[in-house]
C-alpha cells in the first residue's frame, strides 16, 4: 500500500522523476542562533517549504494530541523529544507540503536522531547550514525575543545550550566528516548573515 512515507522515499529515491527528487537541507546550530530568521528568508527568495522542528513539536501539543503532555514536559527541561515522534512529524508535514525542498530547522539534534531520519526516510542532506554563534549573544536573543515560549528562561536556556554543545555539536561533526556543512558566523546582525546565506543558496541555484 501506499503510504505517505512510501511516496516521500519514492521521490527520494528519484524513481518517480528526477526534476521530483526531494532536497533536504538541514539547518542546525544553537538556541537562538538565528535559524528560524533566515530560514524564513531562505524561503522568500529560494522556494524552499521551512519544516521548524520546534515548531511541528509545539503544534503537536496545542493540538491536543496524545503525545502533547510528554512533549511539552521534554521542551520545558531542553530535552531531545524521541525520533519517531519528530520524524513522523516531519514526514507528514513533507508529504502535505506538495513541494520538493526542505529546510529542516533544529533537527537532528542527536546522532540517534540523525541515523533514525536516514534509516526511515533514506534521505540525505544535500548540505548542512551550521549558525555558528557565541553562547553569550544566544542567550541575549533568547532573553529578548519574547515570544512567550515556556523555554525561554534562563535556567532551560542553560540546559538546552548543554544538551546542544554535547548531543548537537557530534551531529555537525559526523556532516562535517562527510564534507556537508557550510558554516555560517551567526553572531552579526542578520542582514550580515543573510549576505552570506544567500551567497550560499545562489551558488546551488545555479549548479542545479
Ligand atoms: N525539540 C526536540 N527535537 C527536535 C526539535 C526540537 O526535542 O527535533 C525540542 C527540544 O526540547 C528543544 C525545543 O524543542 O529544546 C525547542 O526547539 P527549537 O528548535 O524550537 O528551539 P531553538 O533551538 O531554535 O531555540
Ligand atoms: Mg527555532
Known amino acids: 500500500m501506499g503510504t505517505a512515507v512510501d511516496s516521500v522515499n519514492k521521490e527520494a529515491n528519484g524513481s518517480l522523476s528526477d526534476e521530483k527528487k526531494v532536497k533536504v537541507v538541514f539547518v542546525l546550530g544553537g538556541p537562538g542562533s538565528g535559524k528560524g530568521t533566515q530560514c524564513a528568508n531562505i524561503v522568500e527568495h529560494f522556494g524552499f ?3 521548524s522542528a520546534g515548531d ?3 503544534a503537536e ?3 491536543g494530541s496524545e503525545n502533547g503532555t510528554m512533549i511539552q514536559n521534554m521542551i520545558k527541561e531542553g530535552k531531545i523529544v524521541p525520533s519517531e515522534v519528530t520524524i513522523k512529524l516531519l514526514q507528514r ?4 507540503s506538495g513541494n520538493n525542498k526542505f529546510l529542516i530547522d533544529g533537527f537532528p539534534r542527536n546522532e540517534e ?3 533514525a531520519f536516514e534509516n526511515v526516510t533514506k534521505i540525505s542532506p544535500e548540505f548542512v547550514l551550521f549558525f555558528d554563534c557565541p553562547e553569550e549573544e544566544m542567550e541575549r536573543r533568547l532573553l529578548n525575543r519574547n515570544q512567550g515560549r515556556e523555554d525561554d528562561n534562563i535556567d532551560t536556556i542553560r540546559k538546552r545550550f548543554k544538551v546542544f554543545v554535547e548531543s548537537s555539536i557530534p551531529v555537525v561533526e559526523y556532516y562535517e566528516s562527510k564534507g556537508k556543512v557550510k558554516k555560517i558566523d551567526a553572531g552579526k546582525p542578520r542582514e550580515e548573515v543573510f549576505e ?3 551567497s550560499i543558496f545562489s551558488a546551488i541555484d545555479k549548479a542545479d
Open 113 to 115: 536522531n540523525r541515523a
Open 196 to 198: 552570506v546565506v544567500k
Open 61 to 63: 501539543i496545542k493540538s
Open 93 to 96: 508535514a513533507m508529504q502535505d
Open 49 to 51: 517549504t521551512h519544516l
Open 56 to 58: 511541528l513539536l509545539r
